[in-house]
């Protein structure tokens, strides 16, 4: 029974990865998702706030020291100053040195600058691939379309130059045109698409009127928006395909995998149960291969993608007018 996968270049024993998560903080939860079976792990990520933070401290302290605090409008660009969460760049090197399986580092922003040189440095450290998460929540009524989907194609631009390693981007579902929007991508250099990020919705306190962050784990549910896409670019697209929200359980690997994604990443699910739960993942996925005849992964990706229909428009209308036909009371 052959579970193999290539994705961004990867060889993986499997398909399921770690995705960032605060579980990839922990070099000795690291080693137990490898000995579970985890065949990659995505680091958490590195934000761009927090880069420009340490940016603009180690400025403030240089100046500080020259006498000049009170000057700061006066202080030489930082680009080519070697600062920022060092934490992170250790992260990246031990967790490279503690495992054997790939290991990918993940950079969090919105916009292009200098924060993208640690696209560099993550590299340097010994990350096997590198995933962009992009995460842009428009709020601007004068910023269009076209203008948030070209920050995102001049981040992914600017990243590609300064590395030789593979890169992904970590897509949300809301763009007007996703296909359209991922060929760009491609287009511009991108060696995987993850889809689909999850953007965190806060909840609101109407007694002490303050906006609470209100953190959720994926359900099920949230599986099937994933699916849609990957059916949808894996037919048109060669590039690899990544999924992650709403993974659970064997079956949902398996569809991932049938609409096309190369690795599929899980987090909510790990959380839960823990890194045993990989295993348990990995004796179903083999047992229902086994019940149904198939020899390898690779013989069931992409196998129900849309480009397997002759007429994609009219079977998803189809589809929707059976899907509100299928109610009853």
């Known amino acids: 029974m ?16 770690l995705g960032a998560c605060p579980l990839g903080t922990d070099l000795d939860v690291l080693r137990q998702l490898e000995d579970a079976g985890c065949a990659g792990v995505v680091l958490p990520s590195l934000f761009e706030e927090e880069i420009l933070a340490a940016v603009h401290a180690q400025l403030e302290m240089e100046s500080a020291g020259a006498g000049f605090a009170e000057a700061q409008s006066y202080l030489p660009s930082p680009d080519g100053y070697h600062v920022g969460p060092d934490q992170y760049l250790e992260l990246v090197a031990d967790a490279k040195k503690a495992l054997s399986i ?38 601007d009524i004068g910023e269009s379309g076209e203008s948030v989907e070209q920050h995102a194609i001049d981040v992914v631009t600017t990243v590609k130059n300064s590395v030789s390693i593979p890169v992904s981007v970590k897509l949300s579902p809301f763009y007007s045109s996703l296909p359209h929007f991922a060929k760009k991508l491609v287009d511009v250099g991108a060696d995987g698409l993850v889809i689909f990020n999850r953007f965190y919705q806060p909840d609101l306190d109407i007694e002490e009127l303050d906006v609470l962050p209100n953190l959720r784990l994926s359900t099920a ?13 894996s037919g048109q697209l060669d590039v690899s395909l990544g ?23 899980l987090v909510s699910a790990l959380l839960i149960h823990g890194p045993d739960h990989i295993g348990r993942l990995l004796e ?46």
Not at 2 to 13: C, K, N, P, V
Not at 256 to 261: I, N, R
Request: hydrophobic content about 45%.
């Open 2 to 17: 052959d579970l193999t996968s290539t994705y961004l270049g990867l060889e993986l024993t499997n398909p399921i990865l």
């Open 221 to 233: 549910d949230e599986l099937r928006l994933r699916l849609r896409w990957l059916a949808v670019l």
């Open 284 to 329: 179903a996925i083999r047992f229902w291969m086994t019940e149904h005849e198939y020899e390898s992964i690779r013989q069931m990706q992409g196998s129900m993608n849309l480009a397997k229909v002759p007429k994609p428009k009219a079977f998803a209308r189809a589809n929707y007018m059976r899907m509100l036909d299928s109610w009853q009371q």
């Open 243 to 265: 999924c992650t929200g709403g993974a659970h359980n064997a079956v949902d690997v398996l569809k991932a995998v049938m609409t096309g994604a190369h690795a599929v990443q």
């Open 102 to 139: 790939p290991v990918i580092g993940s950079l969090n922003g919105t916009t292009p600058g200098g924060w993208t040189d640690y696209a560099k440095k993550i590299q340097d450290a010994g990350a096997d691939a590198l995933e962009l998460n992009i995460y842009v929540l428009p709020f």
